[in-house]
C-alpha cells in the first residue's frame, strides 16, 4: 500500500457501484478510503479467513486465504511488489541482465519465462521472499505448461494445444452442464459451441483440435447431448467465427463433420 500512495496526489480511494480509482479530492467527494483505512481492510480479511468442514470450522493463518473474493488480488501485489523492486534495482545495477527478463509473464501464481537464457532459474531467490515455494513444471526447455496452454517448441515456431490438468486424475471430473439440470435446452447446447471455439483459439494443429474436440462431444453424449443437437450447434458457432478457423485450411462444413465424426 505504501507503494501504490507514494508519490500520488491523491488521499485515498474513491469507490463507486461500479468502479474505484484515485483522485485529488474537491469539495463534493465522499471520504475516500484512506491507505490506512486499506492497510485495515486487508488485515482483517487475511486474519480472518474461516472454512468449515462438516461440524468443524478452521481458520487459515499460514499465507493468503484461499476461496475468498479478493484472494488473487492480494497474491498479485504480494509477488508483484518483490518482482518490481528487484527489476527497478536490476536495471540501475545491471541492464543487460535486466533484459533477460524481459519475456517473463506471470497470471497471478502461473508464470512463464521465455528465452532469458535461464536468467530466471538462477534469480529468483533473489526476487521471492525465503517462504515462497517455486515449482518448476516443465521437464525441458523445448515443452511446458501454461495456464490452459500446452506449449512446445518445433523448429523455432511454438506449437499451442490445450491443456487441462483434470484429465491425468485418476477419478472422473464433472465438467460442463448436463442436459437434464436446470437451465435451458438452449443454453445448454451453446456451451458446447463456446467450449469448442476456445479450443480452436488455443490450438494451432488441426489434428490437436480434433482431438480435444472430440473428447469434449464424446463427454457432451454422455450428459445428454443429441448428434442432432451438437451439429446444428457447431454449425451455427463455426458461421459466426470463421476467421479463428481458417487457419486450419479446411472448409467448415467438413470441419463440423469431422468433429462429429468417431465420438
Not at 495456464?147 to 464433472?174: M, P, Q, W
Request: with cysteine.
Amino acid at each position: 500500500m505504501d507503494f501504490c500512495f507514494k508519490g500520488g496526489i491523491s488521499k485515498g480511494v474513491y469507490v463507486h457501484k461500479t468502479d474505484a480509482y484515485w483522485r485529488k479530492p474537491s469539495k463534493d467527494s465522499k471520504d475516500p478510503y484512506t491507505m490506512e483505512d486499506i492497510k485495515s481492510v486487508l488485515n482483517y480479511v487475511i486474519d480472518n479467513a474461516f472454512f468449515q468442514v462438516g461440524n468443524k470450522v478452521f481458520r487459515q493463518i499460514i499465507g493468503i486465504p484461499m476461496g475468498s473474493d479478493p484472494a488473487p488480488f492480494i497474491a498479485n501485489l504480494f509477488l508483484y511488489i518483490y518482482e518490481n523492486r528487484f527489476m527497478t534495482n536490476l536495471k540501475k545495477d545491471d541492464l543487460a541482465r535486466a533484459k533477460n527478463l524481459r519475456h517473463v509473464f506471470r497470471f497471478i501464481d502461473d508464470l512463464i519465462s521465455l528465452n532469458d537464457n535461464d536468467e530466471f532459474m538462477r534469480s529468483h531467490k533473489e526476487i521471492y521472499p525465503p517462504e515462497m515455494e517455486l515449482k518448476v513444471e516443465n521437464e525441458n526447455n523445448f515443452s511446458a505448461s501454461f495456464l490452459d496452454l500446452a506449449l512446445a517448441v518445433s523448429e523455432g515456431v511454438i506449437d499451442t494445444k490445450l491443456f487441462d490438468k483434470r484429465d491425468a486424475f485418476n477419478f472422473s471430473v464433472v465438467r460442463m452442464p448436463y442436459k437434464c439440470s436446470n437451465i435451458p435446452c438452449k443454453m445448454f447446447y451453446s456451451t458446447i459451441g463456446a467450449e469448442i471455439l476456445r479450443i480452436c483459439r488455443a490450438t494451432s494443429h488441426y489434428n490437436f483440435f480434433l482431438i480435444s474436440a472430440r473428447s469434449l462431444i464424446s463427454r457432451m453424449r454422455k450428459q445428454g447431448a443429441d448428434t442432432q443437437g451438437i451439429q446444428r450447434v457447431i454449425a451455427k458457432m463455426i458461421g459466426r467465427h470463421l476467421k479463428p478457423f481458417e487457419k486450419y485450411g479446411i472448409a467448415a462444413e467438413q470441419i463440423a463433420i469431422d468433429i462429429s465424426s468417431s465420438t
